[in-house]
């Protein structure tokens, strides 16, 4: 059986190196989990007012990310945080209120950056709101990529150091997922 882990990238430019670095990712990743990306440019600002009727693009993101078994957050770095986007896509995710579509699920956190800071810094920062909205996110091995050119080639991970690096990421991400979904033993 397949494990579905849905995927949210955290830029919304075109030429994004996390969206690159995502998609060649989730190549590396198959058969082992097979990534869904879910896209969030088209949710509007949270906004409370909005909850009464839930906009579409809503409720499709809320749809597709309680389809998962998992969820990776990919984040760039923004003025020492993660992206603004990434943060509406949160909330929205949180909301309405009883309708967390993220608790509970298996997570990672990953994040790109073309400087030599990774996204150590955001990436702090959204693992302690991970926590708040219900996600259990994996502690061990994290990724803070310095993004060079070379590392991605033709959409896939070229480097083999970092080929190496992100295979154990793969093992040990689909490992937490299954320990997290096994069923509770009962006496
Ligand atoms: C508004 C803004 C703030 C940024 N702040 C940081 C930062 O705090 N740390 C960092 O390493 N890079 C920072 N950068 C550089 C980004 O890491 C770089 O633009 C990267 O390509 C963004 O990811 P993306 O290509 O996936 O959009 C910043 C870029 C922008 C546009």
């Known amino acids: 059986m397949t494990t579905k882990v849905a995927i949210v990238v955290g ?8 969206r690159v ?3 060649a990712l989730g190549k590396l990743a198959r058969p082992k989990l097979e990534f869904h990306f879910v896209e969030i440019g088209d949710l509007p600002l949270y906004n409370q007012d909005l909850e009464v009727d839930l906009p579409a693009s809503v409720q499709r993101f809320k749809r597709e990310i309680e389809a998962a078994d998992a969820v990776l957050l990919v984040t760039p770095e923004f003025n020492r945080s993660f992206s603004a986007a990434l ?3 949160i909330e929205w995710g949180t909301r309405p209120w009883g309708k967390n579509s993220w608790a509970g699920k298996p997570a990672a956190i990953v994040g790109a ?22 996600l259990h996110v994996i502690a061990n091995p994290e ?29 040990a991400f689909a490992d937490w997922i299954k320990r997290l ?3 509770a033993l009962s006496f």
């Open 21 to 23: 670095f995502a998609e």
């Open 87 to 89: 943060k509406n896509a």
């Open 113 to 134: 950056t073309l400087g030599v800071v990774g996204t150590a810094a955001g990436q702090s920062q959204l693992r302690s709101v991970a926590s708040v909205i219900g």
């Open 143 to 171: 990724i803070y990529l310095n993004f060079r050119e070379g590392q991605v080639v033709n959409g896939e991970i070229a480097d083999d150091g970092l080929k190496q690096l992100l295979t154990g990421w793969v093992d």
């Open 11 to 18: 830029s919304l430019r075109k030429d994004s190196v996390n």
């Open 181 to 183: 979904r096994a069923p």
